[in-house]
Structures are given as structure tokens and as C-alpha cells.
């Protein structure tokens, strides 16, 4: 059992059709076609929206994701249209809104990895390969890869997990063009950002980007290499055989599964909510990846 320990009620905003509520954003469509995309403050962790938000945590992911945007544009075209707030919106919306290019989306998740952590790491563990990918002997957790890997995963409703496949499933699912696209694509805009990363202090673990067509033009959706999708660390701590320090939800997901959270996460009881001093610490996180990223203060 998992997903929404409270799933809120989505607001209505005179020319906006909702479509759909998500972990973390509500999705409208204006009357011109165009996706509005409303980012929240929700946190999500192991498949579960959990029941505190964190402040600021939705503009944060769209200002970010704004930046980010804006250094890749050269290399990876985007769904951005304008960040004008809809007539008649919540002046809540200020800051976390996008009004976007309506995409017919590819339904796969496309990560990329250069280190060598999580689902990834447990694989490595069974198998010494990752996605079907053999990797070399004497990897540890935070490992850095000889070089980056695209590991694909299916794209899970809210509420169910995604799981990790192989290029060859991609194949089958979206055709040989598409995944090779695909796979070009993530490959060169996660290498873009780990060298900009690097440059800023910040290793970029790996990350998650989704695509769709206008057309027949691949474009870069949804979020990029935010706190949510991305795991960022700390690169004067990075010490591999350990669990790495991080700016991003591990911090969420670590507190969750210790003693003091008190929650199974393999039970059927939904998480508990988060003490204040881990939702200012998570907050505290997620300003300072913008912070070091953009080099701009956050206010």
C-alpha cells in the first residue's frame, strides 16, 4: 500500500481544466491547449506523498529547473512556453508556475548514472551489473562509474514504484529511433550538468529527465536536475564505501527509516509526519543545491 497520506483537494481556477494531481505537481490545461504545471510544496518518499510539506520546496524546483533550462538550452530544447502567472491563479502560484508545451510524453524515466548508489548499487550488489549493464569488480556505494550509463526505469502512477529495465525493454516499448534518442539525449545533458555541477562544488550522482514529442521534436519536460529528481553531493566529502552527504530527499528517506521515525516502511501504516527540525533541515538543503548551483542567493 502507498501513495497519498492526504491527498489534497486541487484548486479551481476559472479557465483551467485540472488534469491531473501528481507527487508534487498539479496539472492544468489552459484554453489554449497548453499544460499550466504547479509546483508544490509536497515531499514524496518511497512511493508515499507524505503528509508535511516543506516550504518553499515548490519554487525552489522551478526556479531551479528554470536555471538549469537556460544552461542546457543549446543542447536540449525544452516544454517551456512563460512563467506568467494564469489570470484569476492563487497569488501562491508566484514562482512555482509553468505554462508549457502540451507533449505527447514517452513513457519511460531516463536516468542517468555516474555513480553508483541506490537501486543502483543493489543490483551492482546481486549482479555486478546495473540495468542489464556489466560494470567492473571492487565497485562500492558512491562509486564513481568509468563512465556515465543511461539505466532506464518504467513510469509509475502515484502511489506504485518504478521499476529499473534494460535499453532492449525501451526498445520494445518505444521503438529503436526513440530510445536512441533517448539515450542520446540523457547521456549528453547529464555530462553537461555534472561538468557545470563539478564546477560549482556539487557531484551530480545521477539524475532523472523526462521527454516528449512536439511532433518530432524530442523535448526535455517536467522538471531537471532538481533535489527531487537528481541526487546531489557534496563533492570536498565524497568518500566512496559510504553513504554520501547529499542535497537533496536522502535526508527525508534516511529519517524515515531510522529508530526515531518509528515507521515500517515495509508495513501498511503510511509514513508519520516530519518533525520541524527535518522539514528545516530538508528545506535548508534544497536552498543551498540552488544557492551553489545558480550562485544566486535564495530569497
Known sequence: MSGFVEKPEPIQVPGLVHLHTGKVRELYQNEAGDLVMVASDRMSAYDWV??????????????????????????????VISTELP????ADWAGRTLVCKSLKMVPVECV????LTGSGLLEYNE?????????????????ELPAPIFTPATKAEVGEHDENVSYEAVVRQVGAETATQLRQATLAVYSRARDIARDRGIILADT?????????????ADEV?????????PADRWQPGRAQPSYDKQYVRDWLTSAESGWDRK??????????????????????????LTGTSWS
Do not use: M
Open 127 to 143: 549482479s555486478r551489473t546495473v540495468c542489464g549493464l556489466a560494470l567492473p569488480e571492487g565497485l562500492v556505494d558512491g562509486s
Open 112 to 115: 542517468a548514472r555516474g555513480y
Open 267 to 292: 508495513g501498511e501504516q503510511p509514513p508519520p509526519p516530519l518533525p520541524e527540525a527535518v522539514v528545516a533541515a530538508t528545506r535548508q538543503k534544497y536552498v543551498e543545491a540552488y544557492e551553489l
Open 225 to 233: 536536475l532538481t533535489p527531487d529528481s537528481s541526487r546531489f553531493w
Open 208 to 220: 532523472k529527465f523526462e521527454f516528449g514529442f512536439d511532433g518530432d521534436r524530442l523535448l526535455l
Open 50 to 79: 507524505l503528509p508535511t510539506e516543506i516550504p518553499d520546496k515548490g519554487r525552489v524546483l522551478t526556479q531551479l529547473s528554470l536555471w538549469w533550462f537556460d544552461q542546457l538550452r543549446d543542447l536540449a530544447a525544452n516544454h
Open 87 to 90: 489570470e484569476g491563479a492563487p
